[in-house]
């Protein structure tokens, strides 16, 4: 069976790495010794799990098509501010690609694709069982509109003290309750950054404080004699880099098919559509 050539951008970083080493644990995938990372990187060279990958910064990554082995899917686990240039690049350069990296200008991000000849999965969230938690929420928007209206909601999200953004999941969230009848925005999410905040008052253990992602969503009755509250505690990125081997190997066999200028999420992964 063909392995699929994978470059994982974002290394050193923890995400990255995460789905690098799973990338090395499977028959069906082989890693590129490469990789595009962030500016202030000044390494040259990192390692996973015993391979060497060379780093290249932005102003240098027209050289990494000069390698000689080009990847068939790309995997961005960069940094909110590089989403669009990132793209821009991928699209330009023919390189179809699954992004995991949340923040940027998703309209322009998806146009980007749209008006290629590459595809792509765009994604805020690669978790497969926490993107069908979400898929039923917006079955209950799509045909219980108004079901919570005079509720309250309180949004809480806590992630590791390097995610630079607000949770793209809970985002996604916020507008399914708008359409259960809740008016509610993106700014009142309540984010959590602190470890001291983390480990004492959310109980996060220790050893994951470095890499969680946890949220509940808690709606309240206008009179307070009704309360529900959803919860999906994430210990460790394994869950994520797992959806995105899904993605990769999904948009491989959309690539093999010919698709060109197509965007897809990971409700198009779970369904294999």
Not at 22 to 43: D, H, M, S, W
Request: hydrophobic residues 40%; charged residues 25%.
């Amino acid at each position: 069976m063909e392995k699929i050539r994978v470059m994982i951008n974002g290394l050193p970083g923890n995400m990255a790495a995460e789905v690098a080493a799973q990338i090395l644990k499977e028959n069906r995938f082989t890693l590129v010794p490469y990789a595009l990372t962030g500016p202030e990187i000044t390494e040259k060279t990192c390692t996973v799990k015993g391979h060497r990958i060379a780093l290249f910064c932005p102003e240098n990554r027209d050289a990494i098509l000069e390698e000689a082995e080009r990847p068939d899917v790309t995997v961005d686990y960069t940094h909110p501010t590089a989403v669009n240039a990132n793209a821009d690049w991928y699209c330009r350069k023919g390189l179809s690609f699954v992004m995991g990296t949340t923040g940027g200008d998703r309209k322009a991000l998806a146009e980007s694709v749209s008006n290629s000849d590459v595809c792509a999965v765009i994604a805020p969230n690669m978790a497969k069982q926490i993107v069908a938690f979400q898929a039923m929420m917006a079955y209950a928007a799509d045909h219980f509109p108004g079901l919570f209206k005079g509720y309250t909601l309180t949004i809480r999200e806590s992630h590791q003290k390097g995610k630079a953004d607000t949770s793209g999941t809970a985002k996604a969230m916020v507008s399914y309750f708008n359409r259960l009848g809740i008016p509610f925005s993106e700014e009142q999410i309540q984010k959590e950054r602190d470890p001291v905040v983390q480990r004492e008052e959310w109980k996060i253990p220790e050893a994951h404080l470095v890499g969680h992602g946890w949220h509940t969503y808690s709606l309240t009755s206008a009179d307070e004699t009704v309360h529900f509250q959803f919860t999906h505690n994430v210990n460790g990125r394994k869950i994520y880099a797992r959806g995105t081997l899904d993605a990769v190997a999904f948009l491989f066999r959309k690539i093999q098919s010919g698709e060109k200028g197509k965007v897809y999420s990971m409700i198009d992964v779970l369904k294999g559509a």
